[in-house]
């Protein structure tokens, strides 16, 4: 039998204390509202079992993710706290699993609610859709019997462009309150990150905020308000004095203008750390110093300039610069992209 296996030569660097004044901002950024939090896609792919427990010590209630196979991470590590599923129960036995594991089922459609009904019922999330087309009973399905008694929690919708100043935001606002008026439910939930900073009128009773919990900022008035979570860290496994004139990496992108000190790390596009980053991304030794992607970035190695850096060697761990605004800017890639492409090699 073989032993464990050594540590990798990628980490993962995560601040609790970020993710827990990250919440509490959002909380009171929610006024008379509770923030909840989206903890789908793995906790945005920083470990449900690592940001969860540090959610709900802050005061965190509310929990949403989207498949039913997230469940049993977010329950083992949060008992007590409301959890719903955004998905909704696709089959019967959906439906069964949510009664057995007292979750809450978000019901999209109409054939879900006769499921859920059929399955035995009890509290449920409806999602209204008011814009998105994308999951949600419709605006005229509200008064169809299949939805009459569903014991409703959350009545929710989802905005289309909250981090954008834009007319649909209001459309899509009054579209939920009429829901509201038409159906009973205990709480309303209609902001995401970016709309908690609309203003009151989009808070209900419950925000649920995701992106803007792990260090993303949405919308310019969070800009000074949320902190950074995670942060790439990887071991520099080689070092090599290479000469001028000498290229580096794939395709021969980069050319070495003179003699460098060049490093490569254990980190690329199957990480997450993906080939947009060539010539463009930045990290940073321990203390602070800046090192420079060179040329492309391949599947699990990339090269950076240590010539700046001459103590850094071999074994040596360096640090991203991952600030999620800023390397949206840079790459293209949004900022939830930026935090869920990040591969399984990562230990969370």
């Known amino acids: 039998m073989l032993p464990d296996g050594p540590a990798p030569a990628l980490r993962l660097g995560f601040d609790p204390d970020a993710l827990r004044s990250n919440w509490l901002a959002l909380d009171r950024m929610s006024g008379r509202a509770r923030a909840g939090a989206a903890v789908k896609a793995d906790g945005y792919g920083l470990g449900a079992k690592q940001v969860v427990p540090v959610l709900h010590a802050a005061g965190c209630r509310d929990f949403f993710v989207a498949h039913w196979s997230e469940v049993p991470a977010v329950l083992e590590v949060a008992r007590g706290a409301s959890l719903s599923v955004l998905h909704g129960p696709l089959t019967g036995a959906d439906a069964a699993f949510a009664r057995c594991a007292g979750v809450k ?75 509201c008026r038409l159906l009973p439910h205990a709480r309303a939930s209609l902001a995401n990150s970016a709309g908690i900073a609309l203003g009151s009128a989009f808070h209900g009773d419950l925000t649920r ?103 850094v060697g071999e074994g040596d761990w360096i640090a991203a610069d991952y600030a999620l605004p800023e390397s949206a800017a840079a790459t293209g890639l949004s900022q939830y992209e930026l935090l869920t492409l990040l591969g399984r090699r990562f230990p969370r």
């Not at 919308?219 to 949320?226: D, S, T, W």
């Open 105 to 179: 089922p978000v019901i999209n459609s109409l054939a879900q609610a006769r499921r859920w009904r059929d399955a035995g019922g009890g509290r449920c999330d409806l999602m209204v859709d008011t814009g998105m087309n994308r999951l949600g009973v419709g605006l005229g399905e509200l008064g169809d019997p299949a939805l009459a008694g569903l014991e409703i929690d959350v009545l929710l919708s989802h905005l289309v462009s909250a981090e954008e100043d834009t007319a649909l935001n209001e459309r899509q606002r009054k579209a939920w309150a009429h829901a």
């Open 209 to 311: 905020p995701g992106i803007a919990l792990y260090g993303g900022v949405p919308r310019p008035e969070m800009a000074g308000v949320l902190r950074r979570v995670a942060c790439p860290q990887a071991a520099v496994l080689q070092v090599r004095e290479v000469p001028a004139g000498e290229t580096v990496g794939y395709n021969a992108t980069f050319t070495t203008p003179a003699p460098m000190r060049v490093g490569t790390i254990a980190l690329g596009y199957a990480d997450g750390y993906l080939r947009c980053w060539s010539g463009k991304g930045r990290f940073r030794d321990a203390g602070g110093r800046v090192l420079p992607v060179l040329g492309r970035v391949s599947m699990d190695l990339t090269a950076v300039d240590l010539t700046g850096a001459p103590d």
